[in-house]
C-alpha cells in the first residue's frame, strides 16, 4: 500500500479522470472558423486547469489519458478518435496538451509573494502554457496542409491569441481561488496528511 502512494494514489487518479472528462466535455464547446481547419474550443482552459490544480505529475496523467484514448480510437475530441485525428490538422496541439499541463504544474507551485504577484505570476505561466500548444501545433498544422510557416501562423495562432488570454485570466482566477481550499496534495493526495499536521499544529 505504501508503494502504491509513491507511485499513483487513487485519490489522484479519480481527479485526473475528472479533469480528462472536463477535457472531452469542454470540446464540445467549439466554434470552426472558416479560413483554417482548426476550431476555437474550449478544451485548453481544462489543460491549463489540470496544471494547475493537479500539480505537474496527475496534470499530465489526467490529460495524457485523452491523448492515449483518442489515438487508440475513442471518440474523445469533438466525438473524433482514432490516428486520423492525431495525424490531422490539429494533432500538434493535441500532442502538447499534457506536457504543457507538466509545465504549468512544475511552475505554479514555486509561485510565491503578495496576492498581486501571485496573480500576475499564474496569468504568465498560463500564457506560456498555450504559447506552448502554438509551438508543436503551428508547425504540425504547417506540415500537414503544406501551408508557409508565416501562412500556418496565421491559421493556426494568430486568432485564437484574444481567446487563450481570456482563458489564462479565467485560468488563474479559478486556480488561486480554488488552491487555497484544494491545494494539489489534497485532490491528489499525495503529501495531504503531512500539510494537514503541519497546519494543524500551526493553529496550535
Given at each position: ?19 480528462a ?16 481547419p ?11 486547469l ?15 489519458i ?14 473524433k ?56 501545433g ?6 500537414v ?19 487563450d488570454l ?18 494539489p ?20
Amino acid at each position: 500500500m505504501r508503494q502504491l502512494s509513491t507511485t499513483l494514489s487513487l485519490r489522484g487518479v479519480a481527479f485526473s479522470a475528472l479533469f480528462a472528462a472536463l477535457v472531452v466535455v469542454f470540446g464540445y464547446v467549439s466554434i470552426p472558423l472558416g479560413f483554417t481547419p482548426v476550431p476555437i474550443t474550449l478544451q485548453t482552459l481544462a489543460v491549463l486547469l489540470a496544471g494547475g490544480l493537479l500539480g505537474p505529475r496527475y496534470g499530465f496523467f489526467s490529460i495524457i489519458i485523452v491523448v492515449v484514448l483518442t489515438a487508440v480510437g475513442f471518440p474523445l475530441l469533438q466525438g473524433k478518435g482514432g490516428l486520423a485525428v492525431m495525424l490531422g490538422p490539429t494533432g500538434g496541439y493535441v500532442i502538447m496538451w499534457p506536457f504543457a499541463a507538466f509545465i504549468i504544474g512544475l511552475l505554479v507551485r514555486k509561485v510565491k509573494g503578495n496576492a498581486w504577484l501571485q496573480r500576475l505570476s499564474v496569468f504568465l505561466i498560463m500564457c506560456l502554457g498555450s504559447f506552448l500548444l502554438y509551438v508543436t501545433g503551428v508547425l504540425w498544422l504547417a506540415h500537414v496542409t503544406g501551408l508557409t510557416l508565416p501562412q500556418a501562423t496565421v491559421a493556426g495562432m494568430y486568432p485564437y491569441i484574444p481567446g487563450d488570454l481570456i482563458k489564462g485570466a479565467a485560468a488563474t482566477a479559478i486556480v488561486l481561488s480554488l488552491r487555497q481550499m484544494f491545494p494539489p496534495e489534497r485532490l491528489t493526495g499525495h503529501g495531504y496528511e503531512t500539510v494537514r499536521r503541519r497546519t494543524h499544529t500551526m493553529e496550535e
